[in-house]
């Protein structure tokens, strides 16, 4: 590591996992305290197997709903603009067409010259179909 140790580098994904271990350590540890009085209130003993499913179910549930939720709106997103969908070229494709009609206004001998040329150059990190501009 150049700056600092992986403690200081990385202090977000710590801080992120502390809480997760925080949060489901408590989760756990709190549901069995609710399952036992759950128990006990029907004359039951708790006993660690039932515990185990029912925590389980609740736990993916609360997953499903909210991690794996958020992880498709921020991952998912990002992953269809990395991949160049619709979506991602809307912007991009209307700076490009402003950009071209002013290289043409500006300078109309060399505009369709200098427009492959930055093509050819910026060729394979852009998201559209090649010369669709004309």
Do not use: C
Not at 42 to 59: I, K, L, Q
Not at 82 to 96: A, K
């Amino acid at each position: 590591m150049k700056n600092g140790s992986i403690w200081r580098s990385y202090s977000y994904a710590w801080i992120t996992l502390a809480f997760f271990v925080l949060t489901i350590v408590g989760h756990w540890v709190f549901g069995w305290f609710a399952f036992v009085s759950e128990q006990q209130s029907h004359g039951e003993a708790a006993t660690f197997g039932p515990y185990v499913v029912e925590m389980a179910r609740d736990t993916l549930e609360n997953w499903q709903s909210e991690f794996l939720q958020l992880l498709w709106q921020v991952g998912g997103l990002a992953f269809l603009l990395f991949l160049g969908s619709p979506q991602s070229r809307e912007g991009s494709d209307r700076l490009e067409a402003k950009v071209d009609e002013l290289l043409k206004q500006l300078n109309p001998e060399r505009a369709d010259q200098l427009i492959d040329e930055i093509d050819e150059r910026y060729s394979g990190r852009h998201t559209d179909i090649p010369h669709a501009h004309r």
